[in-house]
């Protein structure tokens, strides 16, 4: 099988193609029988004319006739065009009296004017044959009926002559119940062919059907899927396991051995073949840049028949796709466990805040009271944590509206620059933030208070870690393509990769006192609204961006 861009799928044809397709070779395959049986019928004449008296010249006529009707009904097409079962199974049709009453007419003469007395009634065999499997049973035993009256009325007519018409009568009978016998034969044969060939066109088709659901299926497939057989050639290579190998596409054969970068597959297939089963094994394949990408293998063997070739299928997966798929089970219990106990938390802590609210009325003015401050404040802490817990917890259905994205940005961003205290006057060139929106009135897909909360949380970071200098935090809002774009920046030093690669994991901070929720939150609320957000260094390598991709009414999610 060639592995080229996808599995190789082909449609089964219809079933009225292949039962025309099997009609024409039959009835070709009687117009060359009776072709043949007319040379045959010549050749015999001319025999013997050698060896004894030479025929009558009605009969050499009649033969020769008869030949050259058949040789030319069997090479012309022009004269069969339009037979089919249909047409065969009239009387009236042409086709019916030009294959087989021409036959039961011209054997009959032939049989009842030759004067030598030669037998021809098993000539008729021929037109009952074709009848029986051609024609229906009512019209192929009717044929075989003709055939025998044929012969009856020979049998008599040598009652005119004076001659003893026992032995004919006798004859004719037993040739008349032989051919209403291969009738019946031959038509039982023929229904029962014709069902097992309806019957193995249909296993045919659920087969192909079968196949061709199979291969979209393995198609579609994240884990990469190869058949090799034992000399190492690959038989079959969904497109998952090409962008795993680096496969070239076009490729129509490839060769394990035939690449360098591709030993370590061929010596983890070798070993499964000398173990004579299946393993699973890691493995580490160069790429262009030096670095290696690091293979889960999964090799099993496909049954193996009498005279089959033993074939290889290897799954192949990338490890780095599986730790994440690993890590985002873990994330996922743990967020159900979170939640749980964030649910617990909350009303032990609404306690304590109460009863430190109490106690703080009696320690004024006293060296407890800043005790009574520091117990507020982390009480004040640990609420923001049990909401943000709450806030992501699994099962939460998202409300998802049309919004005017322009005038919530503007809003919460002006209610978040005089909380912080960064307005510098009524231009505010002076001012560490600046604003920038495309035009009024954006429309996107989201919650209004969860887009809030996103932005504020990035807003916090950004400050957090900007410069101090004029326009160091930055968020512009813009159209980009079918969807929105909302951009904060923060100018400053890059994000390190040890930290970069750990920037949306829950409870992953820089700071002491950091819950390591906020990056998370902002990911989880984007991705139950179907928007994206991503971290990226701005094009001119001066500050850091987190970008929304926001899905408009007309978009399509944007998660990926």
């Given at each position: 099988?060639?592995?080229?861009?996808?599995?190789?799928?082909?449609?089964?044809p219809?079933?009225?193609?292949?039962?025309?397709?099997?009609f024409?070779?039959?009835?070709r395959?009687?117009l060359a029988?009776?072709a043949a049986?007319?040379?045959?019928?010549?050749?015999?004449?001319?025999?013997?004319?050698?060896?004894?008296?030479?025929p009558?010249?009605?009969?050499?006529?009649?033969?020769?006739?008869?030949?050259?009707?058949?040789v030319a009904?069997w090479?012309?097409p022009q004269?069969?065009?339009?037979?089919?079962?249909?047409?065969?199974?009239?009387?009236?049709s042409p086709?019916?009296?030009?294959?087989?009453?021409?036959?039961?007419?011209?054997f009959?003469?032939?049989?009842a004017?030759?004067?030598?007395?030669?037998?021809?009634?098993?000539?008729?065999?021929?037109p009952v044959?074709?009848?029986?499997?051609?024609?229906?049973?009512?019209?192929?035993?009717?044929t075989?009926?003709?055939?025998t009256l044929?012969?009856?009325?020979?049998?008599?007519g040598s009652?005119?002559?004076?001659?003893?018409?026992?032995?004919?009568?006798?004859?004719?009978?037993?040739?008349?119940g032989?051919?209403?016998?291969?009738?019946?034969?031959?038509?039982?044969?023929?229904?029962?062919?014709?069902?097992?060939?309806?019957?193995?066109?249909?296993?045919?088709?659920?087969?192909?059907?079968q196949?061709?659901?199979n291969?979209?299926?393995i198609?579609?497939?994240?884990?990469g899927?190869?058949?090799?057989?034992?000399?190492?050639r690959v038989?079959?290579?969904?497109?998952?396991?090409?962008?795993?190998?680096?496969?070239?596409?076009?490729?129509?054969s490839?060769?394990?051995?035939?690449?360098?970068?591709?030993?370590?597959?061929?010596?983890?297939?070798e070993?499964?073949?000398?173990?004579?089963?299946?393993?699973?094994?890691?493995?580490?394949?160069?790429?262009?840049?030096?670095?290696?990408?690091s293979l889960r293998?999964?090799?099993r063997?496909?049954?193996?028949?009498?005279?089959?070739?033993?074939?290889?299928?290897?799954?192949?997966?990338?490890?780095r796709?599986?730790?994440?798929?690993t890590?985002?089970?873990?994330?996922?219990?743990?967020?159900r466990?979170s939640?749980g106990?964030?649910h617990?938390?909350?009303?032990?802590?609404?306690?304590i805040?109460?009863?430190?609210?109490?106690?703080?009325?009696?320690?004024?003015g006293?060296?407890?009271?800043q005790?009574?401050?520091?117990?507020?404040?982390n009480?004040q802490?640990?609420?923001?944590?049990?909401?943000?817990?709450?806030?992501?917890?699994?099962?939460?259905?998202p409300d998802?509206?049309?919004?005017?994205?322009?005038e919530l940005?503007?809003?919460?961003?002006?209610?978040?620059?005089?909380?912080?205290g960064?307005d510098?006057g009524?231009d505010?060139?002076?001012?560490?933030?600046?604003?920038?929106?495309?035009?009024?009135?954006?429309?996107?897909?989201f919650?209004?208070?969860?887009?809030r909360?996103?932005l504020?949380n990035?807003?916090?970071?950004?400050?957090?870690?900007?410069?101090?200098?004029?326009?160091?935090?930055?968020?512009?809002?813009?159209?980009d393509?079918?969807?929105?774009?909302l951009?904060?920046?923060?100018?400053?030093?890059?994000v390190?990769?040890?930290v970069?690669?750990h920037?949306?994991?829950?409870?992953?901070?820089?700071?002491?006192r950091?819950?390591g929720?906020?990056?998370?939150?902002?990911?989880?609320?984007?991705?139950?609204?179907g928007?994206?957000i991503?971290?990226?260094?701005?094009?001119?390598a001066?500050?850091n961006?987190?970008?929304?991709?926001?899905?408009?009414?007309?978009?399509?999610p944007?998660?990926?």
């Amino acid at each position: 099988m060639a592995a080229d861009a996808s599995w190789f799928v082909e449609s089964p044809p219809a079933e009225p193609t292949e039962s025309s397709a099997s009609f024409d070779r039959l009835y070709r395959a009687f117009l060359a029988a009776r072709a043949a049986l007319g040379l045959a019928l010549i050749g015999a004449q001319l025999i013997a004319s050698v060896l004894a008296a030479p025929p009558a010249r009605s009969t050499m006529g009649l033969s020769a006739s008869y030949a050259v009707a058949a040789v030319a009904l069997w090479l012309l097409p022009q004269l069969r065009r339009g037979a089919s079962a249909r047409s065969l199974a009239r009387v009236s049709s042409p086709h019916w009296w030009s294959a087989i009453g021409v036959d039961l007419i011209l054997f009959g003469v032939l049989h009842a004017l030759d004067p030598s007395g030669v037998n021809y009634g098993a000539l008729f065999v021929m037109p009952v044959l074709m009848a029986a499997v051609l024609s229906p049973r009512r019209l192929a035993l009717a044929t075989a009926a003709m055939a025998t009256l044929g012969l009856l009325a020979a049998a008599g007519g040598s009652l005119l002559l004076g001659v003893d018409i026992g032995v004919k009568t006798t004859q004719a009978g037993l040739v008349g119940g032989g051919l209403f016998a291969v009738s019946l034969l031959a038509g039982e044969l023929s229904a029962r062919l014709a069902r097992e060939e309806k019957a193995a066109r249909g296993s045919l088709a659920l087969a192909r059907q079968q196949e061709l659901l199979n291969r979209l299926v393995i198609d579609e497939m994240q884990e990469g899927v190869l058949v090799v057989d034992r000399r190492g050639r690959v038989r079959a290579m969904n497109p998952a396991a090409r962008a795993l190998l680096g496969a070239a596409s076009g490729e129509l054969s490839w060769q394990l051995r035939g690449r360098p970068d591709w030993q370590p597959l061929v010596q983890a297939l070798e070993r499964a073949y000398a173990g004579g089963s299946g393993v699973e094994i890691d493995v580490a394949l160069p790429l262009e840049n030096g670095v290696n990408r690091s293979l889960r293998l999964r090799l099993r063997f496909t049954r193996q028949r009498e005279g089959s070739e033993e074939l290889c299928v290897l799954f192949v997966e990338d490890n780095r796709e599986l730790l994440a798929r690993t890590r985002q089970e873990k994330l996922a219990a743990m967020g159900r466990v979170s939640a749980g106990i964030a649910h617990e938390i909350r009303n032990p802590l609404a306690a304590i805040a109460q009863a430190n609210a109490l106690l703080a009325e009696d320690v004024v003015g006293t060296r407890a009271e800043q005790l009574s401050k520091m117990v507020a404040s982390n009480v004040q802490r640990l609420k923001r944590l049990v909401d943000d817990v709450t806030e992501v917890a699994p099962g939460v259905q998202p409300d998802t509206q049309v919004l005017d994205v322009s005038e919530l940005v503007h809003e919460t961003c002006v209610d978040w620059v005089l909380v912080n205290g960064l307005d510098a006057g009524a231009d505010g060139r002076g001012s560490r933030f600046r604003l920038q929106i495309e035009a009024p009135g954006l429309m996107a897909l989201f919650d209004p208070e969860h887009l809030r909360r996103v932005l504020v949380n990035l807003l916090d970071n950004a400050l957090r870690h900007a410069d101090d200098g004029a326009g160091a935090v930055r968020v512009n809002l813009a159209a980009d393509g079918d969807a929105l774009a909302l951009v904060v920046r923060s100018a400053g030093a890059p994000v390190p990769p040890d930290v970069e690669r750990h920037l949306f994991e829950p409870f992953f901070s820089t700071r002491s006192r950091g819950s390591g929720l906020g990056l998370y939150i902002c990911r989880e609320l984007c991705e139950r609204h179907g928007a994206r957000i991503e971290y990226r260094r701005a094009h001119d390598a001066a500050a850091n961006e987190f970008c929304l991709h926001l899905r408009t009414p007309t978009s399509t999610p944007l998660i990926r």
